[in-house]
């Protein structure tokens, strides 16, 4: 077997076709989201992030695999929907929207614009479309503004404790690298030294080798739910955004550090008796606040397979393939729906399916393609 051949059949034959068959609104433009396993729509709202996400795909694939003037299209419809009915008059972006657009949920947090950014960038790229560079950097300097205070007006904190979380570093490595072409070059040095010192020397905890989902200034750890959190899939997927740091900077020893960092939360994340990685887990071994933490996630399971896919590229440590190997061989037991098409995205502990939708509220054309493109990306380099 052949991984490059593996993933790129899957992410042409598979993946792609499923979300050009069955999510294309041609009459009020963007996309479906929430698709049921056959891929037929369960309900039609639309929501601005993973509109976004959907856009940035088609338009990667565009960029990356094939000047495909179908994938532009499919592109330049999300794109046009979050221009025309996703911003506020501030510039801010809404969480969902009806079908035809009308606003349901406030910008309530700034993820939705990192997104949104992402999408004007790359569309930009693939399209020539002036307007979406203007808008990725216009974009990305309103979320620098809100990076104190993420939610503004909708925060509910009382800021009684302060805990620093680790979502917001780890999305702003993999936005600051995909804009980097339209931002300063020194404005781009400066954050990336920001976000690497923050993740790798804050919220990396040096004893364990873990990645602690939210911790005090300073790094220090804070006994409650929040500050015992730990979320394996977050983790992993930002050690491959810091591989990409430190290629970009050719820096061995990050790299290194990385590579460490993702095998260790494999050890620790891993389900010894049933297999598959779990969603959270509470450090000290307490009930996680999180009801649903010892589902397996198909996220989860594909930055697994990018981080071990990027880290053998750069290191050929037979660990890592084994790893690689081990996450694989799950995952594609228990998410791949070769029958329908696309992955489930929701299963039990024991690896059942629990919920058998192929997109809603929070799963959309995004992870599963990306994964796809990234490990055939690297293991076609290497030849395996």
């Known amino acids: 077997m052949k991984y490059s051949n593996v993933y790129k059949d899957a992410l042409l034959n598979d993946i792609i076709p499923f979300w050009e068959k069955n999510s294309l609104d041609r009459v009020d433009g963007g996309y479906f989201s929430c698709l049921d396993h056959q891929g037929k729509v369960y309900d039609t709202d639309k929501f601005m992030w993973l509109q976004a996400r959907q856009s940035w795909t088609f338009s990667m694939l565009y960029n990356e695999v094939e000047h495909k003037s179908t994938w532009l299209d499919i592109a330049k419809s999300g794109v046009d929907f979050i221009k025309k009915n996703g911003m506020d008059g501030m510039g801010n972006f809404y969480f969902s929207t009806t079908r035809s657009g009308a606003p349901l949920v406030q910008p309530y947090n700034i993820f939705t614009d990192c997104f949104a950014a992402m999408a004007f960038c790359q569309y930009g790229k693939a399209s020539g479309d002036e307007e979406s560079f203007i808008l990725a950097e216009k974009t990305y300097y309103n979320i620098l503004e809100k990076i104190d205070n993420p939610k503004g007006i909708y925060e509910k904190s009382t800021g009684q404790r302060q805990l620093k979380n680790f979502a ?3 999305i702003l490595a993999n936005l600051v690298l995909e804009l ?6 020194e404005d781009v040095d400066k954050v990336l030294e920001n976000i690497v010192h923050d993740i790798m020397y804050e919220f990396l905890d040096k004893e364990t080798g873990l990645i602690f989902e939210s911790v005090r200034p300073g790094g220090a750890h804070d006994d409650s739910y929040e500050g015992r959190l730990i979320n394996p899939g977050h983790g992993i997927e930002a050690m491959w955004f810091i591989i990409d740091i430190a290629t970009r900077r050719n820096d061995k020893k990050l ?11 494999l050890e620790y994340g891993w389900d010894n008796e049933y297999g598959g990685i779990y969603y959270f887990m509470d450090f000290k071994g307490k009930p996680p606040l999180q009801l649903e933490h010892d589902q397996k996630l198909w996220w989860v399971h594909l930055e697994a397979l990018v981080a071990l896919a990027k880290a053998y590229a750069a290191t050929k440590d037979k660990l890592v393939l084994d790893w690689f190997q081990k996450v694989h061989n799950y995952a594609w037991a228990h998410f ?4 329908n098409g696309e992955w489930f995205g929701y299963l039990n502990r024991e690896g059942k399916v629990h919920l058998n939708l192929k997109g809603g509220k929070w799963k959309g054309c995004y992870h599963t393609p990306r994964a796809m493109y990234q490990c055939w990306k690297y293991f076609k380099s290497i030849e395996l």
């Open 168 to 170: 917001l570093p780890m």
């Open 180 to 185: 980097e072409g339209i931002l300063k070059k």
């Open 336 to 339: 791949s729906d070769p029958g």
């Open 255 to 265: 790299i290194e550090k990385a590579v460490n960092t993702i095998v260790k939360i």
